[in-house]
Structures are given as C-alpha cells and as structure tokens.
C-alpha cells in the first residue's frame, strides 16, 4: 500500500503564536483519529507579525478520508484559509 505525503499552508484567522499552537494541536488531534501522521511543521513568517503553519502529513492511500480532513481545516475558526503546497506519493 502506498503512502501520500502531503503538505498544507494554513493561514490563521489573526496574529500571534497561541493561535498557531491551537491550530497545530487541533490539527495533531483529528490526524490521530484519522491514523494520519503529523511528520513536521514549521511556523513561516509571512508579513506584519502573520505566520503561516506548514504542516506534512502522511497516511496510506487507501484511507479515503482526506475529504474529511479537509473539510475539518475548512471548519476551524482560528483558520482564514488554507492549501496543499505539495503532495507525494510512494
């Protein structure tokens, strides 16, 4: 069975590290539950005191519910926008 890995560019809703801590933990949460495995993030500096977190994630191809953690980043209110910057497979 192959593996994804795939890497996504959040952008909270505001300032400050307390928010990107709160995504980062939301995100390790639904993961688990998924089995997806958080294997790195970073914290990037965008512009004006605005951090983007880059999270990789990896999972087996046949899980079938990226959907879902898709739709959950979507649905976190501390989230102003999001999207895949990188995606493998092997």
Do not use: C, Q
Request: glycine share 6%.
């Amino acid at each position: 069975m192959a593996k994804i890995r795939i890497i996504y560019k959040i952008l909270p809703s505001e300032v400050g590290d307390d928010i990107m801590n709160t995504i980062l933990n939301k995100i390790k949460e639904k993961a688990g539950d998924l089995n997806y495995v958080v294997n790195d993030y970073r914290v990037e500096p965008i512009a004006f005191g605005l951090n983007a977190l880059k999270v990789l994630l990896t999972f087996d191809e046949e899980s079938g519910k990226l959907d879902d953690f898709e739709k959950y980043i979507s649905s976190l209110s501390e989230v102003s926008s999001w999207e895949v910057v990188g995606m493998t497979r092997g």
